[in-house]
């Protein structure tokens, strides 16, 4: 008679077991539904944001323009196709550069996307404006990069075409505006760390120099130096030093270790003691252009075997750099040649030569504006080095082929479409001229 | 040897050989001695039929002949002659005393588990001749005399319509088994293992990334404790596993309990294996000289000429560029000057010797106890076995035991279980494809650096030295994997009411696995303090089975119906702490760490509820039939898309039954025909179709989220549709089995992870993406050429030809590169290589386009075909240059036995795959980082018309341009292997059992021996990717190690 009991035990389980089908169901315990991210989630999909401007587009992302720009050094691979100006449609360093801003630009629309259906209270105006950066800011490095870009103001699964140049920076300009009357004000040096209205601010400074509204430039420029907020530093080195303050920067990514990239691991030696790579080198035509320069060269590069190394990123591998994108020296220059080009060459150079006496130069006495630009440019070379400008700073101002002997042609002041991205995308056909 | 094969098989004279071969053995039987007397008689089979082929041999002697057709025979035996021996592989040998007979008439009984052969179908046993599905059978003997770490490693060669390679060397390391082809894209097309009725895991979820060195999860299963395998083909066999089984199953059942009584058995092997080749590199004075020739040339291209020497850059590395002025300096010993100051007349270093042993141990114990007491059956093990890798500090070890019990309650009811624990521990090394990998790194070396500074400071690569110091690697890494499993199932069955059948199994498989690395401050990747990883993860699956089964005979009617139902949870948690920062290299714990970089602990799960159904007929053992169904509803996939039935149909008719089948040398004709649906998900995330938010991306030590994964609720099971027709053909009662079988797979809704514009917001999505075709010939033999009673020679052959190519891709008939050298496009198979193509070497400056000639490209560079002619070479030039997969592969084991003595040989061969050489692409290019091939050093390009294979030596730019990706480093991987050699001596029963044992066998064995092909590399079956998207590269694998064992096995 036990095994009857075994036999019914086995019924049992049986009919126990038919109709597990709630068992089919399992979900995630480390994700939400999109549907769920309301009111409560908006600081973190701003934090989602923040993390993803940060990291997807990868670290050589933010000195990009210096390897294009003549000053870099390197026998890798693909950084040396960048810094050769010989970029193949298949490098994935600037790959990277183009999903990383597009999945950023995803975050941001979402964002708007979910405030739109949210209350119109003080915060969630100040997050639009915050959205509204972010746009501004992935479209100004697509444009400068890639030239005619598709311009994405909601998420679509579609396959986008380009529009063109005009369009964008009239999209980035419009989206600044936004930014400027919605972000919040920043509070502080503790708060550089977030976007800010000065931050929007800074960068539409930095667009009107691209677009040549000289006035539009200056008075940005001149309202955030004489804002008090923000001061040039004593010691250069200091902007730098990632566990420090300063009262220079108007908005920089954290980058913390942990949550961050490793910039750094381009630059340091394997022999120091945060282990870098060494990818990249400087030039001696770069090094070449501090010749009265000693103190800004010694706190830019110190000599580690024999070598100069740059002393911005020192986090090497450990990482934990913060990445400037704003600061007010780069206010002073964009300032300087804006008073310039507003034929206001004395005016300029006071703002040029306030920056270099902070920077243990002597002042220039220039009257001539070709010698003036040279001058402005020389000083962004040297001041903003590292910090992702050379190469733009030179196509705008029609320079590239002169300066840099690896740009011998047009095409080159423009980077190839990604090719997955054509190959995926026919709509994105014609690749740029020339690759 | 290879040509040989690759042309009897394309000629079709291939069965007239074996032919030839049968001839032979009837000629072998018909020789006669000289005669005293003669005996006569007839032999039949329980039956009453005529046997043909018995040899009858008288005793002791080597005087024999053999039955005709009707069975007769007539024997001349001499006067003092008193035993007849009449012996057939199918049937038990019968002695006969023969007194003053002269007619002596036998008849003989079948041989139990021959022609009778049980096959382990999907839950159940069917009889060999009642099998109307493509189901092959593997014989476990000769285990314990090779040494085998991993089950899926006996598989190899030895099924027809199964390919497997050995992605590594290294011990514990993981194999790519292909059943019939790959019939999914993503991820592996691993077939699903099912052992002792468990579906198991067979995912490696080791945290360690070691470059592409995987671990076999199947080797939780010691080899020596498995009975049989059975491949599950076809669809009608397979679709019993429903949603799991688009890539064949593989059964493997353990062993059981013997009859009567109990016997011992022990085993103990040792042995050593050694790398199976060197590769030539050049030395330091030859490599001076071509690395020179080529800045010469770099230099006169440029029209450059020597500046002022104080532009030389001091690279510590020594002279890999040009100097300031533009010139590139020539190349002299860096280490010879300061700071290093190395004797400048050192001896060149070895540096693959440096960080390989000359001879890895490997061995293997095992004591097992098998039998029966009363009603109980039992089988318990326990075995050991160690590995030394051929790299220094690679090794592997596994304990582990087995209890399989069953207890038979009544005649109608018994319970039982079946439990394995193992424990295996691996000390592993990086390799292949990661940046510090052993192989990579120092087959790389020039040969004029060395380990140490002359302080004894380690060499630092990037730093001191090109390339990552391996010493300095090896030394300071401790990475282990340990991994702790429990696989078990409990079962009981009960029979009732005439015919039914009741089963009912729990099964577990549990694993831990923990996971170690430290990398100490002095490691190139350690800095700055050493850093630690430790990861754990818990993987469960669990299952419960209940079928019900009835059978039934009603007059030529056999019928077996079955019903049941399946349920099976997945889970696994993980959780890993890196630490970093520590007071010294002695210590390893995190405890002492001052700082965690990074914590984290995530869980996923899986889960699949299946009813499943068969009915199988058959009349009068001459009509069969079989009819599955399955359903499955799976947790990955969105409501409404969770369920999938996978249905299927075979008949068999066995024509050697009818009664007008007239040919009594045919013992056995059977032809198949099946038909089935089988799915796949696998390859997919548990999550795929579930749009979801995650956590994890922080800002400032704030808590941020995103959407990382876009969902796709439309996903579905990807199916295959099968079509198999095969024909089983015995002739002599077994002397001659045949197999030949067609297949047609055709896979459709193949689940990918598209690559997706990232205009998107993402990079790839899960999506239904198309359809995939696998066609193939698959043919088995077995042959007992030579059966006297001291003698004996079976040969088993088996080869294959498969045919893969993607019918559709959805939204285009474009070209989709996956990775940098494969592509997927429709009309091509899975695995093609797409590149550019190299179509030789400028000979002279006339040949050479303006715009190269501008990028100086001279004579003596790579001719690239410029597909879309616009005078330049770019990645827009890719085209289609080769494919990964095999034209035909397959095995042949021949074994001879001659009275106590046995040796078998066994070969297996792979014709027509290419290989991507990714090592070649660092080593054959003359760049002044890197080591040199000697080959390719010695013919290199020198002058117009000198080769059209190899560049001249150069460097900078037209040196990349060269060593582009192409063909150049595409080669044809085809190989013969002499697999394995043993030998084994049973001592004489006498001997034996002086020493109080029943059995005492010695044997040796040798692995791969020889391999014959015109790959350059280590061995041509390597494959740094188990995704068949991207296989057949060699990226500095570990070749599969040739070895040599002596053993002995004792029986009590």
């Known amino acids: ?435 | 040897m290879l040509n040989y094969l690759s042309r009897i098989v394309r000629s079709g004279s291939f069965l007239p050989g074996i032919c030839m071969l049968f001839a032979l053995q009837m000629l072998s039987a018909e020789i006669i001695h000289a005669q005293d007397k003669t005996v006569s008689g007839t032999v039949t089979n329980e039956k009453g039929e005529a046997l043909f082929g018995v040899n009858v041999v008288v005793k002791n002697t080597d005087q024999g002949t053999m039955t005709d057709e009707n069975g007769n025979y007539t024997l001349s035996i001499p006067e003092n002659a008193n035993t007849l021996v009449f012996s057939h592989i199918a049937y038990q040998d019968q002695q006969v005393e023969i007194g003053g007979q002269t007619t002596i008439n036998i008849q003989m009984a079948t041989r139990v588990g021959e022609l009778s052969e049980v096959v382990v179908v999907g839950y159940g046993e069917k009889e060999r001749e009642d099998v109307t599905g493509s189901i092959s059978s593997i014989d476990a003997a000769g285990v314990q005399e090779t040494p085998t770490i991993s089950p899926d490693q006996l598989l190899r060669g030895k099924v027809s319509g199964v390919q497997v390679v050995q992605t590594s060397g290294q011990p514990g390391s993981g194999f790519q088994v292909n059943v019939r082809g790959v019939a999914s894209i993503n991820g592996s097309n691993e077939p699903l293992y099912v052992i002792d009725g468990v579906p198991v895991n067979n995912q490696d979820n080791s945290e360690l990334y070691m470059g592409g060195t995987s671990r076999s999860p199947l080797a939780r299963l010691n080899p020596n404790d498995i009975e049989s395998i059975e491949v599950l083909k076809d669809a009608s066999s397979a679709a019993i596993y429903g949603s799991r089984a688009t890539n064949g199953v593989v059964l493997i059942t353990t062993k059981r309990g013997g009859e009567d009584g109990i016997s011992l058995q022990f085993n103990a092997s040792t042995g050593f294996s050694q790398l199976p080749k060197q590769i030539d590199l050049v030395g330091t004075s030859k490599w001076m000289d071509i690395i020179n020739e080529g800045i010469d040339y770099y230099n006169s291209d440029r029209n450059l000429t020597k500046g002022d020497e104080v532009n030389r850059l001091s690279d510590p590395r020594g002279q890999i560029g040009p100097g300031l002025d533009g010139y590139w300096y020539e190349f002299t010993d860096p280490y010879a000057q300061q700071p290093y100051n190395l004797d400048p007349n050192r001896s060149d270093t070895d540096w693959m010797d440096l960080v390989t042993r000359d001879r890895a141990m490997v061995s293997n114990y095992q004591l097992s106890a098998s039998g029966s007491s009363g009603n109980t059956q039992f089988y318990a093990s326990l075995g050991t076995s160690i590995e030394q890798g051929i790299i220094n500090t690679n090794g592997f070890d596994r304990i582990s035991g087995r209890l399989n019990l069953n207890h038979g309650f009544s005649d109608r009811f018994n319970m039982g279980f079946r439990v394995g624990l193992t424990r295996m521990d691996h000390q592993r090394v990086p390799n292949a494809g990661i940046g510090n990998g052993i192989f990579t790194r120092n087959l790389e070396a020039r040969p004029f650096e060395v380990p140490y500074q002359n302080d004894g400071s380690y060499m630092v690569g990037g730093k001191d030295i090109a390339r990552h110091n391996g010493i300095q690697v090896l030394n300071e890494l401790d990475a282990e994997t340990k991994d702790y499993s429990v696989l078990g199932t409990v079962f009981s069955n009960l029979e009732f009411l005439g015919g039914f059948r009741w089963h009912s199994a729990l099964s577990a498989d549990l694993n831990y696995l923990h996971d170690y690395r430290y990398r100490t401050v002095l490691h190139p990747y350690g800095g700055p303090g050493g850093i630690v990883v430790d990861a754990r993860t818990l993987n469960q699956n669990y299952l419960i089975e209940n079928t019900l089964t009835y059978q039934r005979t009603i007059g030529n009617f056999d019928s077996d119906i079955m019903v049941g139902y399946n349920f099976e949870k997945n889970e696994m948690e993980q959780n890993d702490i890196d630490g970093r920062d520590f007071p010294s290299s002695s210590f390893g714990y995190i405890a002492s760490a001052a700082r965690i970089n990074d914590a984290n602990s995530m869980w996923t799960a899986n889960s699949l509820e299946s009813i499943i159904g068969r009915i199988n007929v058959g009349y009068a053992n001459k009509y069969l039939m079989s009819f599955a169904l399955r359903r499955d509803g799976s947790s990955k996939f969105a409501e409404g898309n969770k369920y999938g039935s996978f249905p299927s149909a075979s008949i068999g008719w066995r024509i050697s039954e009818e009664n007008f089948f007239a040919f009594d040398t045919v013992t056995d004709l059977k032809l198949r025909a099946s038909y089935g649906q089988t799915g796949n998900q696998n390859g997919i995330g548990n999550f795929a179709a579930i749009p979801s938010a995650s956590g994890g991306e922080n800002y400032l030590e704030n808590t941020g989220i995103a959407i990382t994964n876009p969902g796709n609720e439309e996903l579905q099971w990807e199916t295959a549709t099968q079509y198999n027709f095969g024909l089983d053909l015995e002739l002599l009662y077994g002397r001659f089995r045949l197999t030949a079988d067609y297949f047609i797979k055709n896979t459709d809704n193949l689940l990918y992870n598209r690559p997706l514009y990232t205009t998107t917001g993402f990079s790839q999505i899960t999506q239904n993406i198309g359809s995939m075709e696998n066609r193939g010939f698959e043919l088995g033999l077995r042959t007992f050429n030579l059966s006297s009673n001291t003698f004996r020679w079976t040969t088993d052959f088996n080869i294959s030809f498969v045919n893969n190519k993607l019918t559709k891709l959805i939204g285009t008939e474009d070209i989709m590169p996956v990775g940098g050298w494969h592509a997927l496009k429709v009309g091509e198979p899975l695995g093609t290589f797409h590149m550019l193509d190299m179509q030789g070497i400028y000979q002279n400056e006339s040949e050479i386009p303006q715009a190269l000639y501008d990028q100086y490209i001279r004579p003596g560079d790579v001719k690239f075909a410029d597909i879309n002619n616009n005078g330049s070479i770019s990645a827009a030039d890719y085209t289609i240059v080769g494919d990964a997969n095999p034209d035909f592969f397959g095995g042949l084991a021949n074994t001879f036995a001659y009275k106590n003595l046995e040796l078998s040989v066994f070969l297996d061969f792979s014709v027509g795959q290419d290989i991507y050489a990714g090592w070649a692409q660092q080593i054959d290019v003359f760049w002044p980082l890197m080591s040199l091939r000697q080959e390719v050093a010695d013919n290199r390009w020198t002058g117009p018309n000198s080769t059209n294979e190899y560049p001249r030596a150069i460097v900078g730019s037209s040196r990349d341009f060269n060593r582009q990706s192409s063909d150049r480093f595409l080669y044809d991987g085809s190989y013969l292997k002499v697999r394995n050699i043993r030998l084994g001596y049973t001592l004489p029963q006498k001997l034996s059992g002086k020493l109080m044992l029943s059995r005492i066998k010695l044997f040796v064995s040798a692995q791969n021996l020889f391999t014959f092909t015109n790959y350059p590399g280590y061995d041509p079956e390597v494959s740094r990717y188990t995704d068949a998207k991207q296989q057949g590269v060699d990226y500095y694998n570990v070749p599969p190690l040739r070895s040599v064992t002596v053993g002995m096995n004792l029986g009590f």
């Not at chain 1, 501004?136 to 400068?144: I, M, Q, S």
């Not at chain 1, 780069?330 to 300032?335: A, C, D, F, G, T």
């Open chain 1, 1 to 435: 008679m036990k095994y009857l009991k075994i036999f019914t035990l086995n019924i049992a389980l049986f009919a126990f077991l038919f109709g597990c089908e709630e068992q089919l169901m399992i979900s995630p315990q480390t994700s939400i539904a999109p549907s769920e991210l309301g009111q409560q989630e908006v600081p973190q999909m701003l934090n989602g944001i923040l993390h993803s401007f940060q990291n997807a587009p990868g670290q050589a992302s933010f000195i990009m323009f210096d390897m294009a720009g003549g000053n870099t050094e390197t026998d890798w691979d693909e950084y040396q196709e960048i810094s050769e100006n010989r970029i193949d449609v298949n490098n994935d360093l600037v790959r990277q550069n183009w999903d990383g801003l597009f999945e950023g630009l995803y975050r941001t629309n979402l964002l708007l996307e979910r405030l739109a259906e949210l209350d119109d209270n003080a915060s969630n105006s100040e997050a639009k404006g915050v959205a509204h950066y972010f746009r501004a800011y992935t479209y100004y490095n697509l444009v400068t990069r890639w030239g005619d870009v598709p311009i994405i103001k909601e998420n679509t699964r579609e396959k986008v075409a380009r529009d063109s140049e005009q369009d964008v920076w009239a999209f980035i300009e419009e989206e600044l505006q936004q930014a400027i009357s919605l972000a919040p004000p920043a509070s502080g040096t503790s708060s550089y760390y977030y976007v800010s209205r000065e931050a929007a601010e800074a960068l539409m400074a930095r667009v009107a120099l691209a677009r040549e509204n000289w006035s539009q430039g200056e008075s940005l420029a001149e309202g955030l130096i004489n804002s008090g907020m923000y001061s040039l530093e004593d010691d250069y080195s200091a902007i730098f030093e990632k566990e420090n303050t300063n009262t220079e920067t108007i908005f920089a990514l954290r980058n913390m270790m942990g949550e961050g990239n490793t910039i750094g691991r381009l630059f340091v030696d394997y022999g120091w003691p945060t282990v870098g790579s060494d990818v990249l080198e400087a030039p001696q035509d770069l090094l070449d252009t501090y010749e009265n320069d000693s103190l800004r060269y010694k706190e830019t590069f110190i000599m580690f075997d024999d070598e100069p190394m740059c002393t911005k990123y020192l986090g090497g591998a450990q990482g934990g750099d913060h990445i400037i994108i704003s600061r007010i020296a780069e206010m002073y220059l964009i300032s300087a040649e804006a008073k310039a080009r507003l034929m206001d060459i004395p005016g300029g150079l006071d703002r040029l030569n306030e920056l270099r006496q902070q920077r243990g130069l002597d002042d220039l006495d220039i009257s001539d504006m070709d010698q003036f630009m040279e001058a402005v440019l020389r000083e962004r070379r040297t001041e903003l080095v590292y910090e992702g400008f050379r190469f733009y700073d030179l196509v705008r101002t029609n320079r590239a082929i002169d300066e840099v002997p690896t740009i011998t042609a047009e095409y080159q002041k423009l980077f190839p479409i990604p090719q997955r991205e054509l190959n995926l995308n026919e709509n994105l056909q014609p690749q740029n001229m020339g690759y």
